[in-house]
Structures are given as structure tokens and as C-alpha cells.
Nanobody, 121 residues
Framework: QVQLVESGGGLVQAGGSLRLSCAAF????????MGWYRQAPGKERGSVAA????????YYADSVKGRFTLSRDNAKNTVYLQMNTLKPDDTAIYYC??????????????WGQGTQVTVSS
């Protein structure tokens, strides 16, 4: 059974930075497009960023463009989300997943537990 494990969340002040990590157990991420999602209280889970398996293309939601950077280290079977200039609106549980494509980030694997990001004003 494939398992995705997110980590790196925490409490940070507005303007601060965090780097989230996503590791896979029981599966290899290198052959997949990858995406990060987030779910804020009372809202649906939505796509934040995605990266192709070949590193040839990326997607960022308008709300995070210029502040978040998605990268991957296939040798470590890990995907990262560097989040800079954080805002209170970024407060959410963050999840990663394999996705069908960068522009159609339909999740493919079971969801992990996510990692909580809280940005104080």
C-alpha cells in the first residue's frame, strides 16, 4: 500500500517561510507528476502547485505564484514546497499527491495525513 507522508508544517508569522516535504513509502514518485494541495477550515481542498515528472513544466495557483516553489528530488523520493512571504490566508492543511497532469492535477493516490500550516498576522 502506497503511503504519502507530509511534514514541515508549523506556526509562523506573516512574512515568514516554511519548507514542506512529501515522502512516499511503498511507491516511487519519480515516474509521476506531483502536486501540492491545501484545505483551509470550511473550504474544499484545492490545488496549489504541480510539477511534471520531467521537471519540464510547473503550475502555481495565482494566490501563491511568486511566493511558493515546488521542487523534487527523485533520488530521495521526495517532493518539496518552499513557501515564502506567507500570509494568514495560507493557513491550511497541506497535502501532496501524484497527479494526472500539471494542468489537470487530478489526484491519483490515497491521501496522506497532511501537514498543518498556520500563519499568524
Amino acid at each position: 500500500q502506497v503511503q504519502l507522508v507530509e511534514s514541515g508544517g508549523g506556526l509562523v508569522q506573516a512574512g515568514g517561510s516554511l519548507r514542506l516535504s512529501c515522502a512516499a513509502f511503498g511507491g516511487t514518485l519519480s515516474g509521476y507528476n506531483m502536486g501540492w494541495y491545501r484545505q483551509a477550515p470550511g473550504k474544499e481542498r484545492g490545488s496549489v502547485a504541480a510539477i511534471s515528472r520531467s521537471l519540464g513544466s510547473t503550475y502555481y495557483a495565482d494566490s501563491v505564484k511568486g511566493r511558493f516553489t515546488l521542487s523534487r528530488d527523485n533520488a530521495k523520493n521526495t517532493v518539496y514546497l518552499q513557501m515564502n512571504t506567507l500570509k494568514p490566508d495560507d493557513t491550511a492543511i497541506y497535502y501532496c499527491n501524484t497527479v494526472r497532469s500539471v494542468l489537470t492535477p487530478t489526484p491519483l493516490w490515497p491521501w496522506g495525513q497532511g501537514t498543518q500550516v498556520t500563519v499568524s498576522s
